[in-house]
Structures are given as C-alpha cells and as structure tokens.
C-alpha cells in the first residue's frame, strides 16, 4: 500500500524498518512503532491515512507474537539499550569515516540512518540533551557531506561548529556554519542546501537492499588493524559516547586471527569500592530506570568484552544508587 502524501514524514523510518527486516527484526519493528505513532499524530482522520496506519497497526501485531520471546521487545528497557546502542554504533562508524577524511555515500547513509534511529528512541520516553545532540549532529552531517560531494567540493573533515539552527530541518539544512581555517567564522555561500535523499543516484550506485557499510573502493583504504562487525566498518581509536563500545570483534573467518588491542581501563572511584546507600537518599522509579540502563549498557559492553565502558557504567548506576545523584 502507497504511503499516503500526509504522512511522508515517516517515510525514512518505515523505509529503515524494512532494510533492516531480517538483519535485525529489534529495530525493524521499533522504526515501525515509531511511524505508527508519529503518523497517529500527523493525520489519523483521512480515509488513507487512517487504512495505512491500521495495516501498520496490524503488522506491529504480527512481529510481536513471532518476537515475544525476545526480551528487547517484551522488556522496554531491554529494547531502549538495544536501540540506543545499535543507532550510536552507527554514528561511530559514520564519524571515524568522517575524521579519517573518507567521504562516501554509505557514510553518509550511516550518519542519516543513525539521526533515524535516535527519532525512534522516543518511543521509550523524552530524549536526553545528549542524544538530542548526537541527532542534530548525524543529520547535519549527512546533508553537509552530500551535498559536498554533489558539487564537487571536499567536505571538511571531523567535528564542525554548528547555528543552533543548523539542524537539517525536516530532511536538509538551509546553511551550514563551521570554522575556517584559523577561526570560528561561518560559511553560507552558494545556492540553498539540497535535502538530504537516501535514495538519491547522483553520487553513485545506491546500496544494496540491505544497508552496507564498508567503504566504497574510491573512499581510500581501510585504517590499520581495522574491525568489523556485521558490514559495519569501524576503525580502532574510536570517539565513541560513554555507553558504545569502543572495538568490536574481528570476524571470525577461518584464517584470520584476532588482533589483541591495547586497553585504558578506567581507574576504579575507590570510593565505590564498600558503597552503601546513604542514609536519608530516596530513589524515584527514574533513578531505578537509569540504574538499570547503566547495567545494560555495561553488560552490552561486556559482548564486545570492552571493560573500559563496562567500568564506566557500573560505577554510574553504583554512585546513582547509593547517592540519588548522577
């Protein structure tokens, strides 16, 4: 059934939803849950809205029973961390490719999807100022990058100051500010901005049907001693947010052996160490909520036996429970 013209707001999301069907059905059916509850609220009057968004309706029905077993889907806080962790994956990704100077159209789809799937993490409550920001940043980055390339320009590599206007509104961005090469000043010149399009050909044949994430063979070389992890291309050093894991494993093909990598462990807060709760200190069902996103985060870590992040978060749900504060 067509996507009806009042609800083409979702229509990234719905497209995210179906690229990841069989790779990953978690974050297929949170991207439809999002665009049936976001297209509730754009229009569920009209006759064709209201068809599509009952057939949606009934599709969400159906993954549920076949995932009922799947505790990112039966448990909410399960599915947040699953989420959270699978978008900024993603944008780690995109932003290694974009500090390493290595434009190309999947990292740009990288950090688009990534600002999608953020979206979709409202389904499970306000989104914090961090992730907020991790969004404005990934789209920003996807128009400025494309349309770079579209006009034969060379993107400026890494992090870039942004208006606090510089979100790409919508799909695009009207202008983009950044620092020169000395300074902090903006740049605004040329005609407007291009949204954004996934589907767009201009830059070369588009992905397959399911999002691919190594570089293109025009994008330069891999760096050293890279990983990868489902397609997902990430080099080593990674910027990654507090709660992503830093490396992820090497494939396990036969022949190739995994690199050891170097590890900064986090220093253990020794205060941390006979924790107690202290006395007068009253939990909300907020605090117990974030204490147990912490411990999720930490044991996602621990998958990608990165005991730096592990530490991390272990000692924030400790210092949340025993002090009431963050």
């Not at 989420?83 to 990288?110: C, P, Q, T, V, W």
């Not at 994430?213 to 050293?224: A, D, M, N």
Request: hydrophobic share 30%; aromatic share 8%.
């Amino acid at each position: 059934m067509a996507l009806p013209a009042q609800l083409k707001p979702i229509q990234h999301h719905l497209r995210t939803a179906q690229e990841h069907e069989n790779r990953d059905p978690v974050v297929a059916y949170y991207c439809r849950l999002y665009a049936m509850q976001t297209g509730m609220k754009l229009d569920s009057k009209t006759p064709e809205c209201r068809k599509f968004l009952v057939k949606l309706m009934d599709q969400l029905e159906s993954m549920k029973k076949e995932l009922t077993d799947n505790d990112s889907i039966s448990q909410e806080v399960v599915g947040n961390a699953h989420i959270e962790n699978y978008a900024l994956k993603m944008f780690l990704y995109a932003d290694n490719e974009d500090r390493a100077g290595r434009f190309h159209k999947n990292m740009i789809k990288s950090f688009y999807t990534s600002s999608l799937l953020l979206d979709v993490l409202s389904v499970f409550g306000e989104l914090s100022e961090e992730n907020i920001q991790h969004r404005k940043y990934a789209r920003w980055k996807a128009t400025y990058i494309h349309n770079c390339l579209k006009n034969g320009e060379t993107p400026q590599a890494g992090p870039i100051a942004m208006d606090e206007d510089g979100e790409a509104d919508g799909f695009g961005a009207e202008g983009f500010s950044g620092p020169g090469p000395s300074d902090g000043g903006s740049f605004r010149g040329g005609p407007p901005s291009q949204a954004y399009d996934p589907q767009d050909k201009s830059l070369g044949p588009g992905p397959a049907p399911e999002i691919g994430f190594t570089p293109s063979p025009e994008s330069g070389p891999p760096g050293p001693l890279a990983t990868t992890y489902n397609n997902i291309h990430i080099p080593p050093g990674a910027h990654a947010p507090a709660n992503t894991p830093a490396e992820l494993p090497p494939p396990t093909a036969e022949g190739v052996k995994p690199v050891p990598m170097p590890r900064s462990v986090p220093t253990v807060d020794p205060t941390l160490l006979n924790a107690q709760q202290q006395g007068g200190v009253h939990l909300s069902p907020e605090d117990f909520t974030k204490a147990q996103k912490y411990c999720k985060y930490a044991g996602s870590a621990l998958q990608y036996e990165d005991v730096g992040t592990a530490i991390q978060n272990l000692q924030k749900a400790l210092k949340l429970l025993t002090t009431g504060k963050e």
